[in-house]
């Protein structure tokens, strides 16, 4: 990836994949979060934040392969939408994620 973020913002994949198929051939449907927000895969991570008074340093909890909740509406407002390569990526600051969905593709490779 030719993009990489500074400071504390992330570049995020959006993910589509409600439903996905088991490799034995079962469809599983992923739980359907509200309309306030979605899953984004982490791509890049930026190195975090410098605060003014130079002593403290907001360290990046989330990795690049990491599963995130992000707000929908902070995407509108502070993200940035952009198209690389034919793929849609957000950049988006660290501060709008709710939560990191750590057992997010584990659904999906296991066997039934």
């Known amino acids: 990836m030719k993009i990489r973020p500074v400071r ?3 570049l995020l994949k959006p993910v589509n994949d409600l439903e996905k198929r088991t490799k034995s051939g079962l469809y599983v449907q992923r739980a359907i979060l509200n309309e306030s927000c979605f899953v984004c ?3 890049e991570v ?3 934040h410098v605060f003014e008074d ?3 340093v907001l ?3 989330v990795k690049s392969g990491d599963y ?3 707000n929908k509406m902070a995407v509108q407002s502070e993200g940035q939408t952009i198209n690389y390569m034919g793929d849609e990526y957000i950049l988006l600051p660290y501060r709008c994620v709710f ?3 750590e057992d997010y593709d584990v659904i999906i490779t296991e066997e039934f």
Do not use: E, N, P, T
């Open 99 to 101: 939560a990191i969905w």
């Open 59 to 61: 360290l990046m909890k």
């Open 41 to 43: 895969k982490v791509v």
């Open 68 to 70: 995130v909740l992000v």
């Open 46 to 48: 930026g190195d975090g």
């Open 54 to 56: 130079q002593d403290r």
């Open 8 to 10: 504390d913002i992330l």
